[in-house]
């Protein structure tokens, strides 16, 4: 499992360096990155979502969809928990910043990859859990940290996102059996496969804006990935793994869970006026780091579960 993150991780990689060198010979400019970002975001991420439920019914499925999603908030619950434990507030440090950091991983852009390339189109069935419970808290609890704003204008907001509405309308056709003819779930199963390479390849634009270093000198970006990466991944596993659960449930949570910082928190950083270069350093350097750190957490749960079996 974990040399198959590992050569995941490093196409990843591969695609993320292009990105960087397409903005950097102006190939790809901010304002294009803005739009292909919205076009994953909301087109291929979605498709690739609702696609996974064009699977045949099976109790197994439905059971261990709605295991993922109780254990996705247990995850949450626990991460939240342990940022502000470990991030304690202090005057001058932009520590609303750096508990979202902590908190939300790009489980959507980085996840969905990583676990298609484990468990296929069933490990993406079930990481849709995990994508529901992010959108549901980072829409809620992570535009309140970050704005400082609480608002219901967000949760109606996350009803009607792209992702929720791909997740929904899958979970319909899933129960009812409805699958698309020939034609038009080929042209779907197209788009869906635009969803490594686009994301990553965003993911590298947006990097390239970082000034690397600067990045390196500060000791913030390291604790806070140390925290993302490592860390919280770590105590996870070490919940999950005494757990009697299905090896495709217990990873799928897991790897969402390991991904680096969400691209997310740069841009409403953005939006509301706050450090969104600190963002973007954190982004940009849990994403580098994320080549090596996911592989180990994969290799760390796979040996804790056989030892607490």
């Known amino acids: 499992m974990s040399l198959t993150i590992l050569k995941q991780t490093i196409i990843m990689l591969i695609l993320i360096t292009v990105g960087i060198v397409c903005s950097k010979t102006k190939i790809i400019s901010k304002e294009s990155n803005k739009d292909l970002s919205k076009f994953v975001l909301q087109v291929v991420n979605p498709v690739m979502i609702f696609m996974s439920y064009q699977t045949d019914y099976k109790p197994e499925l439905v059971k ?3 295991l993922t999603f109780v254990l996705s908030l247990g995850a949450y619950a626990v991460t939240i928990l342990l940022a502000y434990l470990l991030i304690p507030s202090k005057k001058g440090r932009e520590t609303e910043l750096e508990r979202f950091s902590a908190i939300y991983s790009n489980c959507g852009f980085m996840g969905i990859p990583l676990v298609n390339a484990l468990f296929g189109m069933e490990g993406v069935f079930y990481l849709t859990a995990f994508i529901t419970v992010f959108n549901l808290i980072v829409w809620t609890h992570g535009i309140i940290l970050i704005s400082g704003e609480k608002s219901m204008k967000n949760i109606v907001k996350v009803m009607y996102s792209p992702t929720i509405i791909a997740i929904v309308l899958g979970i319909i056709t899933f129960f009812l059996q409805f699958r698309l003819h020939e034609v038009p779930a080929k042209a779907l199963e197209f788009i869906s496969q635009l969803n490594t390479p686009m994301a990553m390849i965003v993911s590298g634009v947006t990097m390239a804006e970082t000034n690397v270093l600067k990045l390196l000198k500060k000791g913030g970006v390291y604790y806070i990935c140390f925290l993302r990466l490592l860390l919280i991944p770590a105590i996870l596993a070490a919940l ?38 600190y963002a973007s350093e954190i982004f940009t350097a849990g994403t580098i780091l994320s080549v090596l750190t996911l592989p180990l957490v994969v290799e760390f749960t796979e040996l804790l579960t056989k030892i607490l079996a």
């Open 64 to 66: 261990n969809l709605l």
């Open 240 to 277: 999950l793994s005494p757990l009697g659960i299905s090896e495709k449930v217990r990873l799928t949570v897991i790897v969402a869970a390991s991904a680096p910082p969400a691209a997310m928190c740069t841009l409403q950083c953005i939006r509301y006026g706050r450090n969104s270069v």
